[in-house]
């Protein structure tokens, strides 16, 4: 008898405490600084105004996740879409984010300041922020870069995978020392170092004098560290994770850390398996290396293109599926940062919609709400979650944006 009434202690002490959880989960202000949504679906066609089958996002799993502020990614290829070039696509993206948003008055809004975003959360509707991924977005022009402005952009990713005229990306830092043979400083000398030209520290001071928060997620070190130095507002990763975790050219190392925390910034966690887990990393690489050509060589002998492709689709996402984290080891990338820095410094960055493979368990945006229930487990406060699910990222919009 003893027994039995211990498991039913047991079972609802359990159930008080999810419910707690849940009711702090929704009670939070929760921010994501990263979904790509925009480029991966919208521009296809798809309707995000209503629940989906396909992707990570859209209006109706939002809510049910408890989102209530999501900066959308303006992003566009190292080759542009448009024949105008890559200011052309960026505008393109932020005219279908205004299409969505006329749509839907009642259940959204596109803020351009902090005392908008605070007013959009009041009304309990879907606040809607834009950041664009990538410096060469502004074509080296910083009349673009205040057009880009104008139009809502609240954040600017300095670089994305491709280096710019004036900065570094992470991607190239990582290789040898190799700029691209066109890579020329403003004065139209060959560049030869990393990091930010005299033009890109220029952009960075123009970023602060409107209210663009630097986002420095994607840029090589050197570029971080001169972006830090040149910055006069805190600045923001908008989805990076630990490189002590898992070592990929795409994380930040402790010294970057603890930069940001002295900048005041916010590091957002990118929940890409390869920036989660070293082990699903290695396994995506061998599978893109020499050891899968074999394999896809191989197969080749026996099927056409198209049955080729479809054939080796299937096979690198079953030899992946058992490499993928698990939400605990997207979590430690969380409880790494707080433990070397601090509580004021951590934030969700997720990169929905942008990425090939999530941690077990994250499947869309509705699963917010275990990370969560992962940092009550581990001992969080209530108040030190709310900072991670939302809290640090709002202190960072209210120090960078221009009070209407």
């Excluded at 047991?10 to 979904?35: G, P, R, W």
């Excluded at 070293?278 to 198209?306: H, Q, V």
């Excluded at 433990?339 to 410094?345: E, I, M, Q, T, W």
């Excluded at 945006?365 to 108040?383: A, F, H, Q, W």
Aim: with cysteine.
């Amino acid at each position: 008898m003893r027994t039995l009434w211990l498991i039913l202690f047991l079972f609802s002490f359990q159930f008080v405490i999810a419910q707690s959880t849940k009711k702090l989960h929704y009670k939070a202000i929760l921010v994501d600084t990263h979904n790509d949504v925009l480029s991966s679906s919208v521009l296809e066609g798809k309707d995000i105004s209503h629940r989906l089958t396909t992707g990570h996002s859209d209006l109706d799993r939002w809510k049910e996740g408890g989102v209530d502020v999501q900066f959308f990614s303006v992003w566009t290829d190292k080759t542009p879409r448009n024949k105008e070039g890559f200011f052309k696509d960026a505008n393109q993206e932020i005219d279908s984010l205004e299409i969505i948003n006329l749509r839907n008055p009642y259940r959204m809004m596109i803020a351009t300041n902090y005392k908008e975003v605070k007013k959009g959360i009041r009304q309990k509707k879907f606040v809607a922020l834009i950041g664009v991924e990538g410096g060469h977005m502004i074509e080296d022009d910083l009349s673009k870069l205040e057009e880009l402005y104008n139009r809502g952009m609240r954040y600017m990713t300095l670089t994305w995978n491709n280096s710019t005229s004036w900065a570094s990306s992470a991607m190239d830092e990582a290789a040898p020392l190799n700029p691209p043979a066109d890579w020329r400083g403003t004065s139209g000398d060959s560049l030869k170092r990393k990091g930010l030209t005299e033009f890109g520290k220029q952009v960075v001071r123009k970023m602060n004098e409107l209210g663009v928060i630097v986002d420095l997620s994607h840029v090589g070190e050197q570029t971080f560290y001169d972006a830090i130095a040149t910055t006069s507002k805190p600045v923001l990763l908008s989805h990076s994770s630990v490189w002590n975790i898992c070592p990929v050219f795409r994380n930040v190392k402790d010294e970057q850390i603890k930069a940001v925390a002295k900048n005041g910034g916010v590091i957002c966690i990118n929940f890409y398996s390869g920036f989660i887990d070293s082990n699903f990393a290695k396994k995506m690489a061998e599978l893109e290396g020499t050891e899968g050509k074999r394999i896809k060589d191989s197969l080749g002998k026996n099927y056409d293109a198209a049955q080729l492709n479809e054939i080796w689709r299937k096979y690198f996402s079953a030899q992946l599926e058992p490499y993928r984290p698990t939400l605990s080891q997207l979590v430690d990338h969380i409880d790494y940062i707080v433990k070397l820095v601090g509580d004021d410094y951590a934030g969700i960055g997720s990169d929905f919609d942008g990425v090939s493979s999530l941690p077990v368990g994250m499947d869309d945006v509705t699963k917010y709400p275990l990370i969560t229930e992962e940092l009550n487990r581990r001992g969080y406060s209530d108040k030190s979650i709310k900072k991670i699910l939302g809290g640090n990222v709002m202190r960072v919009m209210k120090a960078n944006f221009k009070t209407p």
